[in-house]
């Protein structure tokens, strides 16, 4: 109904460009909204003052111009002005059902659109560092990725999915090491395990693994390994942070390139892999796993320095080399390069969003947790300043979630090893409910997330209601078929003027809103407008049940509502489909 209403406005933009009114150059954007009080009709537009300047005239005068430019349509039952010069359309009841046999011929293709006209969008998300399990901390980013994948692929964009494995650096080191200390106390060592190592039951199980495929082979004696490292945490004069990374140096030059590099491969391939297999149970899947340590291999982070360099974008200082990004409205430079010849994990990112353009899409998505916010400007200054545009980089920031269990926070610290994964969510409250209430907010608010609330089935559990909405459909179609009535689409279709109570106009009138919501919805990366949407019409439905008899002796009216409510359970489906959730026929 929007769009055709759209297209009249349009038209009388055309004839008052054709007299004058207004120049020939002018596009005003014409806005269509459905109103909030039916008193004030279906649908309204504010045109007339966003044309009072240029036409010239005060803008409830302008409406009533408009008003009488408007040709006759058989969808409108009267136009009317509001306010300071709102027009106020009363679209015809009947037509108001004109969507349903759009959604029985369109089916899951209902809601698609073109806004995105084809343009390449990579959207790179979760991207947790291999170093343990998922937790549900990353569930969240997992949920709204994804979800945002689904968004723009049914808005017309063509999105490519990617996970950046942060399998290099630091972090990578202390994994590595814990693992072998781990393997170290299976062989017999006797020592205290690092207060800032990867504490993990995890941990424990690759150090298994590593003990089963060498035995002792890469066995060093304890007072070896720690002999000549700094006190560790708790000790006078300790510091964790030297300790662990002494630790690190004495495992590198104890094991030699090739061991080393064996421990490090179980643990980053263990962790990887487990990653993936959760993933891939939450209904999360990528393209491309590109990783951090390619980066390095084959030299695209040199390439990258060096380019920034040549433009003198890199200085050095005290030893290290430092990237100018106050010059593009940071609030400090950034160090690229440490005094010991390390990169920088900023480093690694440059390269990688270079890498990114150069595989040419047109738009790049970050998702990244929202204590990376202040991440945003030094990367966006680094692509400036490599002559790249900035503006295709878009980041999203997502809240964490903070899990409740019978009113208490649960712990989630990865390096402890306290915290509840991924995993083990979904297996308590099941994939719907975690991928539902993942994406029911905006990313960027805070949310809690209520164990009990999402195993509940009652009307206070969202994906229940929503859920209920479909099989209670898929029931009522399967009641008929018991009595002996067969769905005709057909005739249901011809009998559309039957349904005349409210709750029938409202819910066509609810349907008749998903397409603008997806295109609102892709538009802003925003999936938790389809939640809404979704709670919306599963109470238009569960109204209309309450209210209503579907399978009733007068077949015109029999079908027509069964009808109807086929059109309601495609748009259900669609809906959940395009936030992970399934679509159950009996609950």
Not at 213 to 240: H, I, N, R, T
Not at 352 to 369: A, P, Q, S, T
Not at 439 to 449: G, L, N, P, T, Y
Request: with cysteine; glycine share 8%.
């Amino acid at each position: 109904m929007k769009p055709q209403i759209t297209q009249i406005l349009t038209d009388v933009v055309e004839q008052l460009k054709a007299q004058g009114v207004i120049g020939q150059e002018h596009a005003p954007r014409i806005s269509v909204e459905n109103t909030r009080d039916k008193a004030h009709g279906d649908f309204a537009t504010n045109l007339a003052m966003m044309l009072t300047k240029e036409a010239g005239m005060p803008p409830r005068e302008l409406a009533q111009k408009i008003i009488s430019m408007v040709e006759h349509s058989p969808i409108i039952r009267k136009v009317e002005i509001a306010g300071p010069g709102f027009i106020n359309f009363f679209v015809n009841e009947l037509a108001k059902f004109d969507v349903v046999p759009t959604i029985l011929a369109q089916k899951e293709a209902f809601g698609r659109c073109n806004v995105g006209q084809g343009r390449s969008v990579l959207l790179e998300f979760v991207s947790a560092n291999p170093t343990g399990p998922l937790h549900v901390g990353h569930g969240r980013g997992a949920a709204y990725g994804a979800s945002v994948a689904n968004l723009l692929a049914v808005a017309g964009f063509n999105v490519a999915k990617e996970y950046y494995v942060n399998d290099a650096g630091r972090q990578m080191d202390i994994l590595a090491t814990s693992v072998w200390l781990r393997y170290l106390a299976l062989c017999g060592e006797t020592f205290t395990f690092p207060s800032n190592g990867y504490k993990g039951d995890y941990i424990y199980q690759i150090s298994e693994t590593l003990r089963a495929q060498y035995g002792s082979a890469l066995s060093k004696p304890a007072f070896e390994v720690f002999a000549g490292v700094s006190a560790d945490e708790g000790a006078d004069g300790g510091d964790k942070e030297k300790h662990i990374d002494e630790l690190i140096v004495k495992a590198k030059n104890l094991l030699g390139s090739t061991h080393y590099e064996a421990v490090f491969s179980a643990a980053v391939d263990s962790i990887l892999a487990d990653i993936k297999e959760d993933l891939a149970g939450f209904g999360v899947l990528f393209d491309n796993w590109f990783s951090e340590r390619s980066l390095m291999d084959s030299g695209v982070i040199d390439a990258a320095l060096q380019k920034l360099q040549a433009a003198d974008k890199i200085y050095e200082k005290d030893g290290a080399l430092w990237f100018r990004s106050t010059d593009y409205g940071d609030e400090k430079d950034r160090v690229v390069v440490r005094e010991n010849g390390l990169k920088t994990y900023f480093a690694s990112d440059i390269a990688y969003h270079f890498n990114k353009l150069e595989r040419g899409f047109d738009v790049l998505i970050d998702i990244w947790g929202s204590d990376h916010h202040g991440y945003v400007p030094r990367v966006k200054a680094a692509m400036h300043a490599m002559g790249t545009n900035p503006d295709a980089l878009e980041v999203l920031l997502v809240q964490f979630a903070v899990l409740y269990r019978g009113g208490e926070k649960m712990a989630m610290s990865t390096r402890s090893g306290q915290f509840v994964t991924l995993r083990e969510l979904r297996e308590e409250v099941g994939v719907d409910a975690a991928r539902f209430f993942y994406v029911q907010r905006k990313s960027e608010q805070h949310m809690d997330f209520d164990l009990d609330l999402a195993k509940s089935k009652s009307n206070e559990n969202p994906v229940y209601y929503i859920q209920y909405a479909h099989a209670r459909i898929c029931r009522v179609l399967e009641q008929a078929r018991e009595q002996g009535y067969t769905l005709d689409v057909a005739q249901g279709l011809a009998s559309l003027d039957q349904l005349t109570t409210e709750q029938e106009a409202h819910l066509a009138t609810e349907l008749s809103k998903y397409p603008d919501v997806v295109a609102r919805a892709a538009l802003a990366y925003e999936p938790h407008q389809i939640a809404y949407y979704l709670k919306d019409l599963a109470h238009a439905l569960h109204s209309y049940y309450n209210a209503n008899q579907f399978i009733v002796e007068d077949a015109a009216l029999r079908q027509a509502r069964l009808t109807l409510i086929s059109a309601v359970q495609q748009v259900v489906q669609n809906g959940l489909a395009i936030i992970g959730v399934s679509a159950p026929e009996k609950m």
